[in-house]
Structure formats: C-alpha cells, structure tokens
C-alpha cells in the first residue's frame, strides 16, 4: 500500500523559499504522476502542480512561475519549492499521487498527512 | 479557471438521515469530478471518482450522481464517522479546482 509522508521547515521567512519532500514508500515513484495541493488555516483546498515520472510537469498559474516540483528517484522523492513566499503562502502542504486512467479521469488518492507551513519573520 | 460551487456550506445532520451535498461547475465538465471527505487534522480521502465510480474501501452508502454542471454526492444512513466537510474537485481542466466545502454538524 503506497504511503506519503511530507517533511521539511515548519516556518519560513518572508521572501525567502519554501521548500518540501514528499518520501513514497510502498511503491515506486516511477509511474504515476504525483502532486501538491495546499489548504490555508481554516479555507480549501488548492492544487498546486504535479510531476510525470518522466520529468514532465504542469503548474497551476495563480503561483505564477515560483513553483516547481522535482523529483529524486533513487530516493523515490519528489519536491516543492516555492520562491519569494508571503503570509498568504502560509497552509498545510500535501502530496498526493495522482492517479490519471485517461485524460480528464485522473483524481488525487492516497495523500499524504500534510506538514504545516508558516510564513513569518 | 472553473469555477466549483457547492452547497450549502454547512449542515446540520443526524445520525441515519440521508444527506445530499450539490456540486455546481461553471462550465460543462462532463464527468471530471471527484469527491474527496475531509476530517479535522487530516487529509482528504477520496471518496467517487469520476463523477459515480465508488472508490475501493468506501462504504457503499456514498454514491455520486451527476454530469455536465451539476453534480450530487448522497450519503444514505449517516454514520457518526460521516461527519466531515466533503470538497468537490473537478479534473476537466488546468488548474484543477475544488469546491469551497460542505461541512456537517451533528444535530
């Protein structure tokens, strides 16, 4: 069963970059596409981006160009990192594989538990 | 971007009512849309997939209905584990967008 968990600094300073591990364990991380998504305290849920196996990636514009996911497969990690981060970049980060049958038929399943990330001087 | 609505925001429910949660898109999205239930201090799960499709392990009191704009998530018989905000989310198109959520109370 593939599990996920986050890891990385729990507080961050203004302008600086945010930067996160999801570790797979379970299973390989060469397949699938894996993602992030991020939930401010108290508010929903936004997707962020995710990465193919292959190195291929796709970002959600709203972050406009200061994302990008990675991946280490001989460690079967992927990364976030997240440049010039403000207080409203502040939320808990999930990874998640994200499972793609066909195009448009893809969904987000299983996620890991989420790391809080707080934006603050 | 689409938009995703859903309502009502909150409800407050009993233990074996029957619940249904409405998803509105706002533009056509065939049936690229996922259910996810979300505890405190958790992560979501999901929950159908593909607008219908039961995920694995899921009880079957959860189904899912719907497509084009309008789409429905029904728990026959809640349960007291039930009570979670559940989020729509739609895998159309870029960037993928969730609902705001529908969170229910016990009565």
């Known amino acids: 069963q593939v599990q996920l968990q986050e890891s990385g600094p729990g507080l961050v300073k203004p302008s600086e970059t945010l930067s996160l591990t999801c570790t797979v364990s379970?299973?390989?991380?060469?397949?699938?596409?894996w993602g992030w998504i991020r939930q401010p305290p108290g508010k929903g849920l936004e997707w962020i981006g995710y990465i193919f196996y292959s190195g291929s990636t796709n970002y959600n514009p709203s972050l406009k160009g200061r994302v990008t996911i990675s991946q280490d497969t001989s460690k079967n990690q992927f990364s976030l990192q997240l440049t010039s981060v403000t207080a409203a970049d502040t939320a808990v980060y999930y990874c998640?594989?994200?499972?793609?049958?066909?195009?448009?038929?893809?969904?987000?399943?299983?996620w890991g538990q989420g790391t809080l990330v707080t934006v603050s001087s | 971007d689409i938009q995703m609505t859903q309502s009502p925001s909150s409800l407050s429910t009993s233990v074996g009512d029957r619940v249904t949660i409405t998803c509105r898109a706002s533009?056509?999205?065939?049936?690229?849309l996922n259910w996810y239930q979300q505890k405190p201090g958790k992560a979501p799960k999901l929950l159908i997939y593909a607008a219908s499709s039961l995920q694995s392990g899921v009880p079957s009191r959860f189904s899912g209905s719907g497509s084009g704009t309008d789409f429905t998530l029904t728990i026959r018989s809640l349960q007291p584990e039930d009570f979670a905000t559940y989020y729509c989310q739609q895998s159309y198109s870029f960037p993928y967008t969730f609902g705001q959520g529908t969170k229910l109370d016990i009565k």
């Open positions: 379970g299973g390989s991380i060469n397949s699938y596409y």
């Open positions: 998640a594989r994200y499972t793609v049958v066909v195009p448009g038929y893809n969904w987000f399943d299983p």
């Open positions: 533009q056509n999205i065939s049936s690229y």
